[in-house]
């Protein structure tokens, strides 16, 4: 009567898609975690990735320079050996400074002045520790860009770096910085 079209057994009147009856057990596959290796999600239905899963720890520190990774260990005793010899050297140019230098300077100025004229002192061991005292601060320097790098470490550490270097300190702030910085 009047044309119209009885629904059908199925359900879906008009030619409207079907959606499968609800279940109450999910089917295999159904959660991205089943088929994931870890196991199902500690919390239910959470996204993937939203939880803690083994083997993402990260390492207590982060390298940003490969070369530095790679030394491990080594990086960190190489630092700590150019802060012990510059820390020496420091101690040997301030302790000859102190002791020797002023006391000449203050008994005869122009007799001090005559022993200091020439080139990085006057004796070839004074001229070798000035000598290896620049290259041990050239690779101090280095050292200490190398590692802000690596670690990205605040830059600000290369003030005190720098205005000790000038007074031949720059081996204590390297230790300093290892003990304290690094933390």
């Not at 101090?140 to 000038?166: K, N, Q, S, Y």
Request: aromatic share 12%; proline share 9%.
């Amino acid at each position: 009567p009047g044309g119209g079209h009885a629904p059908s057994s199925s359900g879906a009147p008009y030619g409207e898609p079907q959606r499968p009856a609800p279940t109450s057990q999910p089917t295999t596959g159904s959660s991205p975690y089943e088929s994931s290796p870890y196991g199902t999600s500690p919390y239910g239905s959470s996204p993937e990735g939203a939880y803690y899963r083994p083997g993402y720890e990260s390492s207590s520190t982060v390298h940003s320079l490969s070369f530095v990774e790679n030394l491990g260990s080594s990086w960190s005793a190489l630092g700590y050996v150019i802060g012990g010899i510059g820390t020496a050297i420091a101690a040997i140019n301030w302790g000859k400074a102190i002791l020797v230098d002023f006391p000449a300077m203050m008994n005869d100025m122009e007799a001090f002045a005559q022993s200091q004229s020439g080139f990085l002192g006057s004796t070839p061991g004074q001229m070798a520790l000035s000598m290896i005292s620049m290259l041990v601060a050239l690779v101090a320097l280095i050292w200490m860009i190398l590692e802000l790098t690596d670690r990205r470490g605040p830059w600000l550490w290369m003030l005190p770096f720098v205005i000790c270097c000038c007074c031949g300190f720059h081996g204590p702030v390297i230790l300093i910085y290892m003990w304290k910085g690094r933390s």
